[in-house]
């Protein structure tokens, strides 16, 4: 495909600064913590957070390669964890930096090639506003 020389992405040489590496650790076992399974799961009861709705759009077993009791512990296992599962964008967290250091990417000091901001229809943009609250309220997006 044809890229215009204005589009044109042109790497820089250089090391990846040792401040925006990403640093692992694990404070304990992670293993050490997880819950015993039944081989007998009993049946799926949904609850505020992990619905019927939300168990059917998962498409569990869309395909039925899977046998009922394979189906009920599937299910079983996404009632214990549904702590970590996100169905809205206020749900969602972050990394804990107990685990992970803070992900920060490093650029190249420039020259901006454009100043101005993209402007915002003013038909969407109280939709626009509302989007970024909500994104900087979930934590995806940090205030600048």
Known sequence: ?????????????????QGARVDRHFP???????????PHPPEFIPNERLTHERM???????????????????QHIMNLNQETLAFEETDRGTLKES?????IIPTVPHVPW??????????????????????????VYEPS
């Open 1 to 17: 495909m044809y890229k215009r020389v204005d589009k044109k992405v042109k790497p820089m040489s250089g090391t990846f600064p």
């Open 28 to 38: 304990h076992n992670p293993l050490q913590n997880l819950i015993p399974l039944t």
């Open 56 to 74: 059917v759009d998962l498409g569990i077993n869309s395909k039925g390669f899977l046998l009922p009791e394979e189906v009920k512990l599937f």
């Open 99 to 103: 685990y992970f250091s803070p992900y």
């Open 114 to 139: 454009e100043y101005k901001n993209i402007p915002i229809p003013p038909g969407i943009r109280q939709k626009v506003i509302e989007l970024l609250k909500s994104k900087i309220n979930a934590g």
